[in-house]
């Protein structure tokens, strides 16, 4: 298995926002496409302006055919505008 990790540090108060956008409008673009959902995660200590989310692949091939088709997504690129307005840096 490949797990893609996400990590993005947010602008400070923003958290919940981010959230709230991919619950309602990025999760499920993501889980068609995607797959396997592993969970996205955030901390109420230390880096508290910080989101993660993994995703999991049988293998780097699926992982990239599947990314692929979610970025020509229309609804997908509307999502990640919004969601990029919030994002200071992304770790992966």
Same mark, same amino acid.
């Given at each position: 298995?490949?797990?893609?990790?996400?990590?993005?540090?947010?602008?400070?108060?923003?958290?919940?926002?981010? *959230? #709230?956008?991919? &619950?309602?409008?990025?999760?499920?673009? !993501?889980?068609?496409?995607?797959?396997?959902?592993?969970?996205?995660? =955030?901390?109420?200590?230390?880096?508290?302006?910080?989101?993660?989310?993994?995703?999991?692949?049988?293998?780097? *091939? #699926?992982?990239? &055919?599947?990314?692929?088709?979610?970025? !020509?997504?229309?609804?997908?690129?509307?999502?990640?505008?919004?969601? =990029?307005?919030?994002?200071?840096?992304?770790?992966?």
């Amino acid at each position: 298995m490949v797990i893609d990790y996400r990590g993005y540090t947010l602008i400070p108060g923003t958290v919940d926002q981010f *959230l #709230e956008t991919f &619950e309602k409008e990025g999760l499920q673009i !993501q889980i068609e496409i995607l797959g396997n959902f592993l969970g996205i995660f =955030r901390t109420e200590i230390g880096r508290v302006n910080e989101i993660i989310h993994m995703w999991g692949y049988e293998n780097a *091939l #699926e992982r990239q &055919e599947r990314r692929d088709r979610l970025f !020509q997504d229309p609804g997908f690129k509307v999502y990640v505008a919004k969601q =990029r307005e919030l994002i200071l840096s992304q770790d992966v």
